[in-house]
């Protein structure tokens, strides 16, 4: 995502509908991850063990999971003002408020796919399956250049910065994520690893194939030129 570009108000408004359709597609694919139940993703790894770190040593009864997330997601947002606040924009803010109410919807629609006795071979597929959506999804996030979710964005910063393919920052950040986090006390399964794994890798393959799309869109709707 480069930071420096900027957009009129007719193309910033396209943009954001990319991005919103890219994270209903990202959050179809966290659904049938954490549906699958193999393993919080790297993210969710590292807010596990942070919030169960902050309620071993202080044990603070509002402190949930979700505002744990929040919380975090905060202070990347924060730190990553300091380092470039031209890659936080309104599409970051829209990731942060969407999420939840994203996989709460699909997980209504799609709670009946598993069951107690679902085996592993289906979870484990459900879970690949998850994996490569949220990378489609994700990418469009990304080249909708609109913004993108805070732990996305750490691996888009770390990127651009160092001049790095996104799908190899990808997979060393959520490396970290799930290091840090399993030490601190996070569950960690094989749908973690597989997430770890997959992701990163795939989102390079989708990442020229959303950015064409997003060019023929805009230059469609002539907002950009041939």
């Known amino acids: ?96 408020i969407c999420g939840g109410p994203i996989i709460d919807m699909f997980t209504y629609f799609l709670g009946h796919l598993f069951s107690d006795d679902s085996s592993f071979i289906y979870r484990l597929i459900f879970n690949a399956i998850g994996c490569v959506i949220l990378a489609l999804g994700m990418t469009m996030v990304i080249k909708s250049e609109a913004g993108t979710g805070p732990n996305d964005l750490v691996a888009v910063v770390i990127s651009d910065k160092l001049g790095k393919k996104f799908s190899i920052m990808r997979v060393i950040v959520d490396a970290v994520f799930v290091v840090i986090g399993f030490i601190l006390g996070g569950t960690v399964g094989v749908g973690t690893v597989v997430c770890v794994v997959l992701v990163g890798p795939v989102a390079g393959i989708f990442m020229p194939i959303s950015q064409k799309i997003i060019d023929h869109i805009l230059i469609l709707l002539k907002i950009k030129n041939e």
């Open 1 to 96: 995502m480069n930071s420096e570009k900027r957009f009129g108000i007719k193309e910033i408004f396209v943009r954001v509908i990319i991005l919103m359709i890219g994270l209903t597609i990202a959050h179809l694919g966290v659904t049938l991850f954490l549906l699958a139940n193999l393993g919080a993703d790297p993210f969710n790894v590292f807010v596990q063990g942070v919030f169960g770190t902050i309620n071993k040593a202080m044990n603070f009864s509002w402190l949930t999971h979700g505002r744990t997330h929040i919380g975090i997601s905060v202070l990347i947002i924060i730190i990553l003002l300091f380092v470039d606040k031209s890659y936080i924009r309104i599409g970051t803010l829209l990731c942060m």
